[in-house]
Structures are given as C-alpha cells and as structure tokens.
C-alpha cells in the first residue's frame, strides 16, 4: 500500500438500479437522474470532498432475462435497465474534479483489445492518469445474442480470452511506445521517432493484432487492474493480474480465506502477494442517532421490490428463481453466470438460506453486509475490518442514491480522518495518479505480467 490510511470507492452504475433494486420509488431518491450530467458532476464533488480514491462504475452488456424466461420483468422494474455506457461520463467527472479517480467497466468476451487499449489510454490522458480497468468477462446469455452471436462462451474459456485479452494490451499498453519516443522536434518536422515505436505482432487463438499501438503513453500506461473473480478459474485470473481486487464472500472468515487463497495463488505467478489490494463491497446506513439509522433502514426494506431482486439474482447466477418455491432451500450449483453470487448463497456454513430469505436480504446492495447506525458506528466497523481482517479499503454502495453517499461523507468521513485512517482534505496529496494514491507506484510493479 500506499500509505496507512484505507481506501475508499463509490460503488455504482450508470443506470436507474445498481444493486439495491426498488430504491428508485423512494422519496428524494434521484437515480432517474443517472442520464443528467450534472447528477454525475454532484456525486464526483460529494466523493472527492469524501477523500474517496475512485467512483467504481459496474456495468451489463444486455438484459437481465432468465427471471421467467422474459427480459419484461427487468425492463418494467428497471433492474439494471435502461442503463448506459459510464465511458462517456468520466470525462466530465474527471473536469470538475482534481484527484478523484475513475474505474470503468469492461468486457474481455465482447470487446477487441486493440480498441480497447486506444480507448482506455485516451481516458488516461484526459483524466491526468485517474483510470482503472475493471476486467470482467460478462454472464449474461442476451449480451452474446445481441452483438450476433450464437451463444456466450463457457465460463472457463470467457477466462482463456481473458487472459489473451490482457496479454496484447498489455503489449500495446507496456512495451509499443519507448518512453522517449516522442520527440517533438519543431525544426526537424519530426514528432515521433519511428524507432521506438514498436509493433507487438501478436498471434494467438483468440486475437491476430500485429500493433504498434495508437496512441503515445498515457500517464499510468497501463490503467489501474481491478477484477472479481470468485470461481477457481476466475481466482487465478484475479490472483495474475488484479492490482485491486473486488471482494464479495458471505461472511468475515470468507473473506479472510479468499484474500489468504489470491496471495498464495499471486505468489505462484512470482508476484508479491502484499501487491494485491482488497475492497470488500459495503451497505452503509448512517444516521445522526442510532434510533435514525434503524428506522432509515427498515423504511429502505419496505422499498425493495423482491420480483426485481429475484429478476437481478436470476440473471447474476443464471437460475431462472421464478421456478422455485419462495420458502425452497437453496442448493450449491454450477454455473455459467456469475459463480460467486451462487456460492455466497449456497456454500455459507453459517445459514441455510431459502428463495426467499436470499431475496429480502439481497434487496439492499445483494451480497454485501449492510452497516447500520451512528457516523462513530459505522466507522468503527469500518476500523475494525480494516485492522483486524487486513483489508484495505471499501467499494461502498448505496441505496438512495446520491443521499447515502452524502450522509456518509458527512458523518463517516469526519471520523475516520479524526482516527488518522483518512487524511484531512489540506493534508491529501495533490496531482497523484491513481495507481500512486493506490499503491504507491507510477508504474506496474516489475514483477507483474504486464511488465515481463
């Protein structure tokens, strides 16, 4: 790390829904306004004002509909629809702010790398070095029919791509352009020396990208790595490549045996397993008083739209739960969706969960402990996992979007930075990339495939 403060990102989508679905209907709720630039320009002040390192976009490609065998439900109760692509209001984001950093959603199954790689470099320009790639390799079966093809790819093999994917940007990222390549001689004409720009000739059984890559070095050259992967195949994945690494498991002891398996397994790639950085997702409701906080909560559970959390669940773990009886125990199956939703319902040695207790409990940020209580409350859990599991920071997700990040910036932040795990805002270094806010580094550590 960094430093010894923990880290903070804004977990949230440029939808109506994210993941606390029905939270539309709430009263002051502004999330119809996700298509206003101004409502994006709002929550990146609030989140920099916050000390927040990133806004962290999750993102779909397609609709969710395997609740009943119909994309209707999803539509009707905007469950992650309409959405729209968060590419494209980073730019903005990135003007009225100076330090705040971005992580944008991107798919490896339906994207080409050498667009790609052009794409996230031009953010990397334009925001002064302040973007992570999220590497996800998409679950949803509508996704593949939509762009013409015949089906999506088994989950295994989506990783195979994935690991050629980031091969060749790498190459195109790391190793085309030499750092001095830019010349910009005025007198001789000669802006680039084409000596040191290189093609990568890539040839591989997913992509034929002879390069050199378009454009010049951005200031991180590589964005920041995220990645998620919960199944076996998609921890190696993360475990090789994840700089910041998005943790969802079902409980305290989960969470501390999957960072513990990802530094084992980021060790047997020769990495330094410490490289790694973990952000557990959280559910804050934070309140002036205890009293406020619970009865914020249960007027935010009267809200949730159980259909739509069955309709997202459905989609995220590819079981179609209209099928099954609301009181029927879940059962552990594989899949080809998202495997780590499945396995925190099914593999939990603590509960035994049915249909309809995982709908109720997955209404309010899906897999993610909620937090309830004062501003010292919810900081002292925040401490307490931060010391004593060895996190490093939160992917923190709200409900009532943008008044719960509000009232954590307000009443969180102040006791985290008054307890030194924030610095004061005159105290946070200015002008840093956010790999260095993150880790410390201007570049992609030596030991990391990328630089090999």
Same mark, same amino acid.
């Given at each position: 790390m960094s430093d010894d403060y923990l880290h903070l990102n804004l977990f949230t989508m440029d939808a109506?829904?994210?993941v606390s679905v029905g939270s539309w209907r709430y009263p002051g709720d502004a999330s119809a306004r996700y298509a206003d630039r101004d409502y994006w320009t709002e929550v990146a002040r609030t989140a920099e004002r916050g000390g927040f390192d990133a806004v962290f976009f999750a993102d779909v490609r397609g609709v969710y509909d395997v609740y009943a065998e119909s994309a209707d439900p999803a539509i009707e109760r905007a469950v992650q629809t309409p959405s729209n692509d968060p590419a494209y209001v980073v730019p903005a984001m990135a003007e009225v702010t100076d330090d705040l950093g971005f992580a944008v959603t991107k798919s490896t199954s339906y994207n080409h790398p050498y667009q790609l790689a052009r794409e996230f470099s031009t953010l990397d320009h334009t925001t002064d070095g302040r973007i992570a790639f999220n590497v996800v390799t998409s679950y949803l079966e509508s996704a593949a029919a939509n762009l013409g093809l015949e089906g999506r790819m088994e989950h295994d093999e989506r990783y195979d791509r994935a690991d050629e994917f980031m091969d060749v940007v790498y190459a195109l990222w790391e190793d085309s352009w030499e750092d001095d390549a830019v010349v910009r001689d005025r007198e001789s004409g000669r802006y680039t020396d084409p000596e040191k720009v290189h093609a990568i000739e890539h040839d591989g059984d997913y992509f034929s990208v002879p390069g050199p890559h378009g454009c010049e070095p951005s200031p991180q050259r590589s964005p920041v790595i995220y990645q998620a992967g919960s199944s076996d195949? %998609? +921890?190696? !994945? #993360?475990a090789k490549h #994840?700089? %910041?690494? !998005? *943790?969802?498991? $079902?409980?305290?002891?989960a969470v501390v045996d999957y960072m513990d398996d990802l530094r084992e397994r980021a060790a047997g790639y020769g990495r330094d397993p410490d490289a790694l950085n973990f952000f557990p997702g959280i559910v804050p409701i934070v309140a002036p008083t205890e009293e406020l906080a619970e009865a914020k909560r249960a007027s935010y559970e009267e809200h949730i739209d159980v259909e739509g959390v069955l309709t997202l669940l459905s989609g995220f773990t590819d079981i179609d739960l209209s099928e099954l009886d609301p009181d029927q125990k879940l059962e552990h199956v594989e899949t080809q969706a998202m495997? %780590? *939703? @499945?396995? #925190? !319902? /099914? /593999?939990?040695?603590?509960?035994?969960? /049915? @249909? +309809?207790?995982?709908a109720e409990f997955a209404g309010l940020g899906t897999t993610s402990p909620v937090v309830v209580g004062t501003g010292e409350q919810v900081a002292d859990e925040l401490e307490r996992w931060y010391t004593d599991l060895g996190v490093d920071g939160f992917n923190v997700k709200e409900v009532v979007r943008p008044d719960d990040l509000t009232a954590f910036v307000d009443l @969180?932040? $102040?006791e985290l930075r008054e307890r030194g795990l924030l610095p004061d805002a005159d105290e946070r270094e200015s002008g840093? /990339? =956010?790999?260095? +806010?993150?880790?410390?580094? #201007?570049? =992609?550590?030596?030991d990391h495939p990328a630089r090999q």
């Open positions: 109506v829904e994210h195949r %998609g +921890r190696e !994945f #993360a #994840a700089e %910041g690494v !998005f *943790v969802s498991q $079902p409980n305290e002891q495997q %780590g *939703v @499945v396995n #925190a !319902f /099914t /593999t939990n040695d603590e509960h035994e969960w /049915t @249909v +309809r207790e995982m @969180v932040v $102040p840093l /990339t =956010l790999r260095e +806010r993150m880790t410390g580094d #201007a570049r =992609l550590p030596d």
